[in-house]
């Protein structure tokens, strides 16, 4: 099975080609909760056809011997300007899916960010991997729970809390509605069929969970919510995040995040330039624009669209991530070329955990470095601080 599975990943020349070995291993339920966004796909499809849209000047003539992609984050080395963003799904669709993508991470020198719902310990990401950890957090509305999770990701070493902050309602995934996936993960008649048509994920992925004490569990929950991620439907969701989430946020959290977290604070899901602005002003170290890759509001534009405004508003105040489309290296170009410092993947290096495993995961990284690489070629650039808006074409 080891050699068909590096067989299979060697022939993917792509994302996209990764995303059809994932789309073959997961349950359909599974597959499209990664996959799809909301209600009629709009936003979704607006972070992809605004990469689309965007052109980039051939420059030629020019020294591109010796081209490096790598750069710094918060004054730390990495080998390329992308993250792996937070995914609590990654533990579904490969045996301790977050550890293995964290194994890629740390081997490619990116930093990893491990999501308050993962089923992954953060201990164990902080302690046996030896990368860059970076924290994932959702507000509860017992905020004395979030201080205490904000308090252990810190003393786990955790370089970075990344605060997620357009959440606060649930998600109106209709597709999943019809195919009888639901998070938490319930057993029911069409998830179970589900599940047995793919034998080989049923056994290396919940069979293993199985065998190796039990169905995954929220970890990272505070005490009391540690609960499986399957099993009785009215209990779980009672005590799930959605339901227990902060829908009444303020600055005021930001402030005291930044009192008692001793690291870097990354307020994620900015769309807005007064948002912007607000997070410099309240001492925020950087912002990640996004748009939860279309999976929350449909009517969001895409996150390309409204980073230059941003990042002319804030660009020397704070660091600027973006997420939600990156499929390409030249992508990553793309995002640079607008002002952002750097980008976050999460359907691109999830569809390469799900695939393969660290080997899927090392795969998808390695192709947008490529693709990275090979772009800037293109443009001329030899270092990731060359590439400006210069690079554009604005026909």
Same mark, same amino acid.
Request: hydrophobic share 45%; with cysteine.
């Given at each position: 099975m080891g050699e068909g599975r590096v067989?299979?990943?060697? *022939?993917? &020349?792509?994302?996209?080609?990764? *995303?059809?070995?994932?789309k073959k291993r997961l349950p359909k339920g599974m597959f499209e909760y990664v996959d799809k966004g909301v209600e009629d796909q709009i936003a979704l499809g607006n972070n992809r056809s605004?990469?689309?849209?965007? $052109?980039?000047?051939? #420059?030629?003539? =020019?020294?591109?011997? %010796?081209?490096?992609?790598?750069?710094?984050?918060?004054?730390?080395?990495?080998?390329?300007?992308?993250?792996?963003?937070?995914?609590?799904?990654?533990?579904?669709? +490969? &045996? !301790?899916? !977050?550890?293995?993508?964290?194994?890629?991470?740390?081997?490619?020198?990116?930093?990893?960010?491990?999501? =308050?719902?993962?089923? =992954?310990?953060?201990? $164990?990401?902080?302690?046996?991997?030896?990368?860059?950890?970076?924290?994932?957090? &959702?507000? +509860?509305?017992?905020?004395?729970?979030?201080?205490?999770?904000? $308090?252990?990701?810190?003393?786990?070493?955790?370089?970075?809390?990344? +605060?997620?902050?357009?959440?606060?309602?649930?998600?109106?995934?209709?597709?999943?509605?019809r195919n009888g996936f639901a998070t938490p993960y319930v057993l029911n008649r069409r998830s179970v069929i589900d599940m047995l048509r793919h034998p080989t994920w049923l056994t290396t992925v919940m069979?293993?969970?199985?065998?190796?004490?039990?169905?995954?569990?929220?970890?990272? &929950?505070? !005490?009391g919510y540690e609960l499986p991620m399957t099993g009785n439907v009215s209990l779980l969701r009672d005590k799930s995040m959605t339901s227990k989430r902060?829908?009444?946020?303020? +600055?005021?959290?930001? %402030? *005291?995040?930044?009192?008692?977290?001793?690291?870097?604070?990354?307020? #994620?899901?900015?769309?807005?330039?007064?948002?912007?602005?607000?997070?410099?002003?309240?001492?925020?170290?950087?912002?990640?624009?996004?748009?939860?890759?279309?999976?929350?509001?449909?009517g969001a534009p895409s996150t390309l669209d409204v980073l230059p405004d941003i990042a002319k508003a804030v660009g020397d105040k704070l660091t600027i991530f973006l997420d939600s489309g990156v499929r390409r290296g030249s992508d990553i170009v793309k995002a640079k070329a607008l002002g952002a410092h750097a980008v976050l993947t999460g359907r691109a290096t999830l569809f390469g955990v799900a695939a393969g495993g660290e080997a899927g995961g090392t795969k998808a990284i390695t192709i947008l470095k490529d693709e990275m690489k090979r772009t800037m070629a293109y443009i001329g650039t030899q270092r990731t601080s060359d590439i400006t808006a210069d690079v554009l074409w604005r026909g």
């Open positions: 067989s299979r990943l060697d *022939r993917c &020349y792509n994302i996209a080609d990764l *995303r059809l070995v994932a605004a990469f689309a849209h965007i $052109k980039l000047l051939n #420059k030629v003539v =020019t020294d591109i011997s %010796d081209i490096r992609l790598d750069t710094e984050i918060f004054g730390q080395p990495a080998a390329l300007p992308m993250c792996i963003a937070p995914t609590s799904t990654a533990g579904l669709t +490969w &045996y !301790e899916g !977050e550890f293995e993508l964290a194994k890629a991470a740390a081997a490619a020198g990116i930093p990893f960010i491990l999501a =308050t719902g993962s089923n =992954t310990p953060m201990e $164990k990401i902080a302690n046996e991997i030896g990368g860059r950890f970076w924290f994932q957090l &959702y507000m +509860w509305k017992e905020k004395k729970l979030s201080d205490e999770l904000v $308090k252990r990701a810190a003393r786990n070493g955790a370089e970075v809390l990344v +605060w997620t902050v357009d959440t606060g309602h649930g998600s109106n995934r209709e597709h999943n509605l069979g293993r969970y199985f065998l190796n004490g039990g169905m995954p569990k929220h970890v990272n &929950y505070p !005490e902060l829908d009444a946020m303020s +600055w005021d959290d930001a %402030d *005291r995040l930044r009192d008692i977290f001793p690291g870097k604070l990354i307020i #994620k899901g900015i769309m807005r330039v007064d948002d912007a602005v607000k997070a410099a002003e309240h001492g925020v170290d950087g912002i990640v624009v996004s748009n939860h890759g279309g999976r929350h509001m449909d």
